[in-house]
T-cell receptor
Framework: DAGITQSPRYKITETGRQVTLMCHQT?????MFWYRQDLGHGLRLIYY???????DKGEVPDGYVVSRSKTENFPLTLESATRSQTSVYFC?????????????FGPGTRLTVL | EDQVTQSPEALRLQEGESSSLNCSYT??????LFWYRQDPGKGPEFLFT???AGEEKEKERLKATLTKKESFLHITAPKPEDSATYLC???????????FGKGTKLSVKP
């Protein structure tokens, strides 16, 4: 099916482990985003990418690494997971910059760091 | 500092009882204001984009309006299936990145 998918949907890990969250979109959208959603904070931007091999930091990038070797994929890596990174992570994409720029969101990954 | 504030945090309505959700914002270089709906355990679903003061958009029982400092999401004769969290966001800068409010959780009782 066309759209934006995330995997895994649920993940439990331990402090200090490396974790990679996957995001895949089938629309060939230029822009992709990673957000985290926590109670009391709403959605906060972690990293975004304007195109393959172009990434930039958002509001809360510390402790996260991204890459984008292909347009359709945008993995998010927690190099050494901490309990404060327990959250729900959403990937999103949009076609272009500019006014016509609504973002479309994936179903989310619920990550628990013990 | 760019900021988006939504009120109330939670709203409980009876079926058919119309009301409004508020989104106030302070942002330099506003490119657009967005409304999303989020159901429990799911990602946000796009509803509307508003670009200029005075603009209005409608979808079924929802109508979004925009002024220079705030936006309202009016819900007319809501049904239980309208229960969800409604998120407001503003886009800014050359990339159009979004700043989200914390949302309003709407519950509609039959």
């Amino acid at each position: 099916d066309a759209g934006i998918t995330q995997s895994p949907r649920y993940k439990i890990t331990e402090t200090g482990r490396q974790v990679t969250l996957m995001c895949h979109q089938t629309w060939s959208h230029s822009y992709m985003f990673w957000y985290r959603q926590d109670l009391g904070h709403g959605l906060r931007l972690i990293y975004y990418s304007a195109a393959a091999d172009i990434t930039d930091k958002g509001e809360v990038p510390d402790g996260y690494v991204v890459s984008r070797s292909k347009t359709e994929n945008f993995p998010l890596t927690l190099e050494s997971a901490t309990r404060s990174q327990t959250s729900v992570y959403f990937c999103a994409s949009k076609k272009l910059a500019g006014e016509d720029n609504e973002q479309f969101f994936g179903p989310g990954t619920r990550l628990t760091v013990l | 500092e760019d900021q988006v504030t939504q009120s109330p945090e939670a709203l409980r309505l009876q079926e058919g009882e119309s009301s409004s959700l508020n989104c106030s914002y302070t942002v330099s270089g506003l490119r657009g204001l967005f409304w999303y709906r989020q159901d429990p355990g799911k990602g946000p679903e796009f509803l509307f984009t508003l670009y200029s003061a005075g603009e209005e958009k409608e979808k079924e029982r929802l109508k979004a309006t925009l002024t220079k400092k705030e936006s309202f999401l009016h819900i007319t004769a809501p049904k239980p299936e309208d229960s969800a969290t409604y998120l407001c966001a503003v886009s800014r800068g050359s990339q159009g990145n979004l700043i989200f409010g914390k949302g309003t959780k709407l519950s509609v009782k039959p």
